[in-house]
C-alpha cells in the first residue's frame, strides 16, 4: 500500500518562504511515477498547485504560484519537495501530495480525481 507523509507545514510572514516535503512508502519504484502537489483552502475545491513527471524532465505550475514555487524530487530518498517563495496570505491551505497508478507517463495530471494516492496534508498558515 502507498503511503504518502507530509511535513514542513506551519505559519510563515507573508513575503516568506517554506519548503514542504512528501515521503513515499511502500512502492518498489518510486522513480517510475508522476508526483503532484494540491492543496485546499477553507471553503474551496482543492486544486493542482505543481506537478512533475517521472523522469522529473516535466513540470507543471498553477498560473498562481508560478515563479515562487518549484517542485522537486529525490528519487533515492522517495520524496518530493514544494518550495515555496514570496508566500501570499491567498497562499494559505492544507497542502496534500498525490501519486497515481500507471508507471512511465510523461503527461501529466492535472485533476484530482486521476490521482490514487494522497497524502493526510500539511497546513500552510501566511499572516499579512
Known amino acids: 500500500q502507498v503511503q504518502l507523509v507530509e511535513s514542513g507545514g506551519g505559519l510563515v510572514q507573508a513575503g516568506g518562504s517554506l519548503r514542504l516535503s512528501c515521503a513515499a512508502s511502500?512502492?518498489?519504484?518510486?522513480?517510475?511515477?508522476?508526483m503532484a502537489w494540491f492543496r485546499q483552502a477553507p471553503g474551496k475545491e482543492r486544486e493542482v498547485v505543481a506537478g512533475?513527471?517521472?523522469?522529473?524532465?516535466?513540470?507543471y505550475y498553477a498560473d498562481s504560484v508560478k515563479g515562487r514555487f518549484t517542485i522537486s524530487r529525490d528519487d533515492a530518498k522517495n520524496t518530493v519537495y514544494l518550495q515555496l517563495s514570496s508566500l501570499k496570505p491567498a497562499d494559505t491551505a492544507v497542502y496534500s501530495c498525490?501519486?497515481?497508478?500507471?508507471?512511465?507517463?510523461?503527461?501529466?495530471?492535472?485533476?484530482?480525481?486521476?490521482?490514487?494516492?494522497w497524502g493526510q496534508g500539511t497546513q500552510v498558515t501566511v499572516s499579512s
Open positions: 498525490a501519486t497515481d497508478s500507471i508507471l512511465f507517463m510523461d503527461a501529466l495530471r492535472l485533476r484530482v480525481d486521476q490521482y490514487q494516492y
Open positions: 511502500g512502492r518498489t519504484s518510486f522513480s517510475s511515477y508522476k
Open positions: 512533475i513527471s517521472w523522469t522529473g524532465g516535466r513540470t
